[in-house]
């Protein structure tokens, strides 16, 4: 299925296979003619012979969620630039047994957060898992450990704790002790991802002999953003 320069087109509950491209989206740079508001939703994807699906330069506003997207060499193919590719989101998609899950081979950074890799480690490539390859460019988590409809988002819970400060450094058991630190996600800070997720607290007592005992212990919500 070509989306040429389309406008306000939805894609929606096919079954697509043996192609080229499964669905190819794409506008005319030399024209300006731009494929805008495209949605593609709950389409089986299969055996492509080069890419599920394409989307290329002159694009606005593409929406691709709950799609099933197996056996190509490549999931999602993006090659628009960040100049010419706007409002991508490739979300809540099951994206399995592709040599390469979702590739941006350009600048553009594809949103490709909560989907299902196959894996509930998430996806392999620059991803930490074991599912389909995600190239860099590509925001991946969290991901989803299960199938789209039974799984639930998860984080690899890379976050990073500093200026750790407190009101007193010498406590008995019963005192009460105010604390505070920054919690920030690491790979955000980079540009390259974006998580939400538990960040694990325990409070603690170190006795005189350097012995240390648990005595409390709580969870921090991280939303992205923040």
Do not use: C, H, M
């Not at 890419?51 to 709950?66: W, Y």
């Not at 600048?107 to 909560?114: C, I, L, M, R």
């Not at 980079?190 to 350097?210: F, K, M």
Request: proline share 4%.
């Amino acid at each position: 299925i070509y989306a040429f320069a389309s406008d306000n087109l939805t894609i929606e509950d096919n079954i697509i296979q043996n192609n080229v491209y499964g669905i190819s989206i794409f506008g005319d740079p030399g024209s300006g003619l731009d494929a805008v508001n495209t949605t593609v939703r709950g389409n089986t994807i299969n055996q492509s012979s080069a890419a599920g699906i394409r989307v290329s330069a002159k694009t606005s506003n593409t929406d691709i969620p709950e799609n099933d997207v197996r056996n190509n060499p490549f999931g999602l193919a993006v090659t628009g630039t960040a100049a010419t590719t706007q409002g991508l989101k490739f979300n809540r998609n099951n994206v399995v047994g592709n040599s390469d899950g979702v590739s941006s081979f350009t600048d553009y950074v594809v949103d490709a957060t909560s989907n299902w890799w196959g894996s509930d480690s998430g996806p392999s490539g620059e991803g930490p898992g074991n599912g389909d390859a995600v190239s860099t460019n590509v925001t991946f988590d969290p991901w989803l450990n299960a199938s789209v409809g039974s799984g639930d988002p998860v984080t690899d819970g890379d976050f990073e704790v500093q200026n750790f400060q407190s009101d007193a450094t010498s406590v008995e058991r019963g005192d009460t002790v105010s604390a505070s630190a920054d919690v920030t996600n690491g790979l955000q800070a980079a540009a390259t991802d974006r998580e939400a997720g538990q960040v694990p607290v325990e409070y603690v007592l170190i006795n005189a002999s350097g012995g240390v005992e648990v005595i409390d212990s709580t969870t921090v919500e991280i939303t992205p953003g923040t």
